[in-house]
């Protein structure tokens, strides 16, 4: 079993940044890819970025160039630094990872971008 937490969520003007972490607990041994979701009203939960345990990273097509996607891996901790933030950033932000052929999930976290 892996808990992951997250924080970081609020509310920030558009052009401004935000951080978000989740921290992983459990059985981190078995995981072997951390990452962020996204899902704003209405529409399906996508994929922002993820991070593999060997370092490869991907990313949405929408988020490139503006968010970064980094792990921690004495602290079990993946982060996502978003720049640039545009209102269509807005969203519950879910940590995810893999661990054991399972998807876990955080509780979200909320990003409000105001234009």
């Not at 922002?48 to 968010?67: C, E, H, P, Q």
């Not at 921690?72 to 640039?84: C, H």
């Amino acid at each position: 079993q892996v808990q992951l937490v997250e924080s970081g969520g609020g509310l920030v003007q558009a052009g401004g940044s935000l951080r978000l972490s989740c921290a992983a607990t459990g059985s981190i041994f078995i995981i072997v890819a951390m990452g962020w979701y996204r899902q704003a009203p209405g529409k399906q939960r996508e994929l922002v970025a993820r991070i593999t345990n060997g370092g490869i990273t991907n990313y949405a097509d929408s988020v490139k160039g503006r968010f970064t996607i980094s792990r921690d891996n004495g602290r079990n901790t993946v982060y996502l630094q978003m720049n640039s933030l545009k209102p269509e950033d807005t969203a519950d932000y879910y940590c995810n990872a893999i661990a054991g052929a399972r998807a876990y999930w955080g509780q979200g976290t909320q990003v409000t971008v105001s234009s």
